[in-house]
């Protein structure tokens, strides 16, 4: 067996280590064999490279950061899910998408039968989402969740655990990868390296290049000077003190206008972070911003709710007047067997099913877009579909008198109709010859 890896490196022991990984790999897998942990294919590389060319990294840090974030990077998909597949890395984060109640940790997913690996779950499910929104921290990422931001926003959520710039890049590729020009939504602290992310993420470099070469859409909503203020966030502020480096970015920022000398004062002394905006704060910003982005909950047209609500009217008019038909089933299949027969399940689900094809349903009720959007906005955890099906349900009810007065119309050709059904026939045989055995059996 041999394994075929992409090699990003041009020199040193990157460039070894990478050439060698294919085997690498397979020795710490027992040819793929078993599952490994990446503590594990460092000790087999370093065993290796010490064997050969006498050197290694440092420490372990090196090795994933310096070699193995890029390296995994750099492979095609098909290679990068081998890796996820064989080789456990800790966590990088978690994410949870609009129709999700608990969150899934980003990385290593997969199942098993007995010692056969037989799926993996790789990168994360849009759903009904329509953009995703990356934060740095747990804490915040949490209580987001807690308050449902996911689903009032139709929105993916992605923690990366306070690696935005190693592991959140990574998580961001695999995004772009899965759904391309997909908007990814990246909220930070006002402090100095917070108004530098997007420049972070974005400014070509070894580690990055990915992100830019292939038009990766990020934006960097903040938060900025102008929310802080907003909020009177500024008196919630924390003092720090710069470092030399930091001043020296500041400065940068003052120099090239991508701040004022007003920011440029305040942040000398002071920075407010994320965690500083109530849940209720927050929410209002993220609604506005992303009003302002044209990236706000999702409004469908008047098209997709015309042509959607006669999908949805067609295909669950009978879940929506379900109540209604049981009831008349029910009672067709007493009449029609001198009620001996009471609330028969097997046999009630099977005259539903047959009244159910069998009833035309009414004309698809109009739904104005003005009066949905106003619902949709008091419904802020529901994706459109959802309330829209609430609606139509809504409305079914409100027409189940005339379904009941249809239905006692033609009783009799009903009744005829479950008659010669062969699955009722067959059910009434059994049925007859239950109570047969049951009546002889009491005397």
């Not at 030399?244 to 090239?256: A, V």
Request: hydrophobic share 40%.
């Amino acid at each position: 067996m041999e394994l075929r890896f992409v090699n990003p490196f041009k020199r040193g022991i990157s460039r070894y280590v990478a050439d060698k990984f294919g085997e690498i790999l397979l020795k710490a897998t027992s040819n793929l064999s078993y599952i490994t942990t990446i503590r594990n294919v460092f000790y087999v590389a370093r065993e290796l490279a010490m064997k050969e060319i006498g050197t290694f990294y440092n420490d372990y840090n090196s090795f994933t950061q310096d070699f193995y974030a890029i390296f995994r990077k750099h492979q095609p998909k098909r290679l990068r899910e081998l890796l996820e597949k064989f080789v456990i890395t800790e966590p990088r984060g978690s994410w949870i998408n609009p129709t999700m109640d608990e969150e899934k940790v980003l990385g290593n997913r997969f199942e098993k039968i007995g010692d056969r690996i037989i799926s993996v779950e790789y990168g994360i499910e849009l759903k009904k989402a329509n953009k995703v929104i990356v934060v740095e921290k747990r804490g915040l990422f949490l209580a987001m969740v807690a308050n449902d931001f996911h689903k009032k926003l139709d929105s993916v959520l992605v923690c990366t655990q306070g690696y935005i710039i190693e592991r959140g890049k990574m998580a961001i590729q695999e995004i772009a990868e899965q759904y391309p020009n997909l908007p990814i939504i990246i909220l930070h602290d006002y402090d100095v390296n917070g108004i530098l992310i997007k420049e972070t993420l974005y400014k070509p470099t070894k580690r990055r290049d990915w992100l830019v070469l292939n038009g990766v859409k990020i934006v960097d909503i903040g938060m900025n000077w102008e929310v802080v203020r907003k909020f009177g966030l500024d008196k919630r502020a924390e003092p720090v003190k710069l470092k030399k480096q930091d001043l020296g970015k500041l400065q940068y920022l003052l120099r090239n206008g991508i701040i004022t000398e007003e920011e440029y004062e305040f942040l000398r002394n002071y920075r407010v972070e994320l965690n500083a905006m109530t849940p209720e704060e927050m929410l209002e910003w993220l609604e506005e911003e992303l009003e302002k982005l044209g990236l706000g909950k999702y409004k469908p047209s008047q098209q997709e709710i015309d042509e959607k609500a006669k999908v949805l009217w067609e295909e669950r008019i009978t879940d929506y007047l379900s109540w209604e038909i049981q009831d008349v089933a029910s009672m067709l299949i007493n009449e029609m067997l001198g009620g001996l027969l009471n609330l028969i399940n097997e046999l009630k689900r099977r005259a539903t099913e047959i009244l159910g094809d069998k009833i035309k349903p009414p004309k698809a009720p109009e739904i104005n877009a003005d009066e949905f959007y106003e619902a949709l906005k008091e419904r802020k955890t529901l994706w459109w579909e959802d309330l829209l099906d609430e609606i139509l349900r809504d409305l079914a009810w409100e027409r189940k008198d005339k379904i009941r007065e249809m239905i006692e119309k033609q009783k009799q050709e009903y009744i005829e109709l479950l008659r010669k059904d062969e699955t009722i026939q067959n059910i009434v045989k059994k049925l007859v010859k239950a109570v047969t055995h049951f009546h002889r059996a009491g005397n």
